[in-house]
Each structure stands twice: as structure tokens, then as C-alpha cells.
């Protein structure tokens, strides 16, 4: 099984301490230009939200039902249930991780406010997962010049899973 950057259905939410030293790591770095643009992002957030919540065209973002496209999506993610697969191998394709912010307990947090993992929380439900990155972003690992290095490990993958002899069914075995 190949995954192409494939984010659990259910991420972790950001801690309110992560979220702490993330403003501050922003408003050290931004000064009080950070502040006016802080500003600037809720108004348009909470532009955002209600109109969300009235049912009307979210005004930050063009207009392709996104609204539609989201609830769909929440819908399936909320009653979507995952369950372990260790009967073979998967190989997860992902670009370099995005590691934006150091936050507590060690861990990391994208550009895009989302904790970032080597795995992206695969392990527990793919043990036999091996992890590939290649170049480019999320978006830019499928578009040229990157999909050609994606293409190439992919190939080298699937030539390796096919060399690999298939376990051999012994009906003896199975009737005991």
C-alpha cells in the first residue's frame, strides 16, 4: 500500500501551551507589526466563522462549496473508524517535514499550525510502515520535476514487493 503524504483522518489538536509559545515566538520575531496583523487574521477569521455558521459563502475564500465540501468531509472523518492493517507492507511518500515551531515536549509544529511526526501517526495502525521522503511540499511532490523522483521510488518499491516470492498455501496446514 502506498500513501502520498496522507494525513491521519483525526489529528491532534494544538495545546493551549503550544499555542502560547507559538504567539510568542511570533510577536519576538514580528515586533508589533505582529499585533496589527494578528488583528487583521481574526477579524477575517471571525468574518469567516459566521458566515460558516449563517450557511453563506465564506467571503475569505473563492467560492467552489467549500463549505458543502468541508461538512462532507468532517461527516465522513467523524464516523470514519481505523482499524489496524499489518498484513503487508506500506510505504509512506512524504516530503521533508515542515518543523516551523519547537514546542513542548519536544515535538514540533508545521507553518500550518499542525503537529508534525516522521510518520505522520502511521505506526500504530501500519507496523510494517516505511517511510520515504521525497522533494518538494504536500502540494509539489506530484508536479514536476518532484513526481519524477516520487515515480522512480514508487517503481523501486513496487519492483522490490514483486521479487519478493508469495507465501506458499499448504492446504494441509490450513485443515488443522
Request: avoid cysteine; glycine fraction near 4%; proline fraction near 11%.
Amino acid at each position: 500500500m502506498a500513501l502520498l503524504d496522507t494525513p491521519m483522518p483525526v489529528r491532534p489538536t494544538l495545546t493551549a501551551p503550544d499555542k502560547a509559545m507559538i504567539k510568542m515566538a511570533e510577536l519576538r520575531r514580528g515586533g508589533p507589526k505582529f499585533l496589527a496583523e494578528w488583528a487583521r487574521r481574526r477579524i477575517e477569521w471571525e468574518r469567516s466563522r459566521r458566515a460558516i455558521a449563517a450557511h453563506e459563502p465564506d467571503p475569505t475564500v473563492p467560492s467552489f462549496h467549500n463549505a458543502e465540501i468541508e461538512a462532507a468531509f468532517l461527516q465522513a472523518v467523524g464516523s470514519y473508524q481505523l482499524k489496524p492493517w499489518a498484513d503487508g507492507r506500506v510505504v509512506l511518500y512524504r516530503p521533508p517535514p515542515d518543523r516551523h515551531w519547537k514546542v513542548t515536549k519536544g515535538n514540533w509544529v508545521s507553518s500550518a499550525r499542525e503537529y508534525v511526526f516522521p510518520d505522520n501517526l502511521w505506526t500504530p495502525f501500519a507496523p510494517r510502515l516505511d517511510v520515504v521522503e521525497v522533494p518538494g511540499d504536500h502540494d509539489s511532490m506530484v508536479l514536476e520535476p518532484n513526481v519524477r523522483v516520487l515515480s522512480a521510488r514508487m517503481r523501486n518499491a513496487i519492483l522490490a514487493a514483486e521479487a519478493k516470492p508469495a507465501p506458499v498455501f499448504d492446504r494441509r496446514l490450513a485443515a488443522e
